[in-house]
């Protein structure tokens, strides 16, 4: 397939058919990467986008073998298996993706960019094998993904999460009730609360809080800073 030359009907054809494919899975991706970005995953709109795109992208390698791959059958008949292949780069580039994610205390990053790399090896078993418009028409979609989904991402509506740990003298804790309702005041629903009783009298809460307004983390930590009978507290956002 000759990406330069004006193409034919038939190819044309092709072109739109390969476009569908690589554009329907760009849209599934990044409408189940939405719902995980509103709930505050840190695998989410992106991170999403990036890994559907590029297991059609693959998938096409097999679907067009015909495409890319002529067959000379005067010269005997050939059998490959393109996959194996694909496979193998595939499962070398899943070791390095893995290895640019990390984890910061309750903050997970690098999802994204695991995503980039894995997809970018898609493109390069495409361009190896000659497959080119899939190749530049995905290069360009990735682009469109980590740029401008970027900016997009940041309009959407999304639940912020962070780990809130108060400790209060054991003979001062402030009651739950108390509590929960200077949460409710700034915002915060709470998930998973526990209490936690230590050695010289120190009494503890632990919970995961969520809000749709990240602004309210700081006006949390002021208010509990400003508050007598909080002995110590951690409030550690999470997400990517």
Not at 1 to 16: C, E, H, S, V
Not at 114 to 120: D, G, H, Q
Not at 142 to 168: D, G, I, K, S, W
């Amino acid at each position: 397939m000759d990406l330069f030359n004006m193409p034919d009907a038939d190819t044309l054809a092709l072109y739109k058919e390969i476009a569908r494919h690589l554009l329907f899975a760009m849209v599934a991706g990044g409408l189940i990467g939405l719902e995980r970005s509103f709930h505050g995953r840190p695998a989410g709109f992106r991170t999403h986008t990036l890994v559907c795109l590029a297991s059609s992208l693959l998938m096409l390698v097999t679907l067009y073998q015909g495409v890319w791959f002529e067959q000379d059958n005067s010269k005997g008949t050939v059998t490959m298996d393109p996959t194996r292949m694909a496979q193998g780069i595939m499962t070398g580039i899943g070791f390095l993706g893995a290895g640019v994610i990390f984890k910061e205390g309750l903050t997970v990053r690098g999802l994204t960019t695991a995503a980039s790399i894995w997809i970018t090896a898609s493109i390069g078993v495409l361009m190896g094998i000659g497959f080119y418009f899939p190749a530049v028409l995905a290069t360009v979609l990735t682009l469109v993904a980590l740029v401008v989904l970027h900016r997009v991402e940041r309009f959407v509506p999304t639940h912020t999460y962070a780990q809130l740990n108060v400790r209060f003298d054991r003979q001062k804790a402030m009651p739950e009730a108390d509590l929960r309702q200077l949460l409710k005041e700034h915002g915060f629903t709470i998930a998973n609360l526990s209490y936690r009783l230590e050695e010289g009298d120190a009494f503890e809460y632990r919970m995961m809080l969520r809000t749709m307004r990240p602004k309210n983390l700081a006006v949390l930590a002021r208010s509990l800073g400003t508050l007598k009978v909080v002995e110590q507290f951690r409030l550690s956002p999470t997400g990517d």
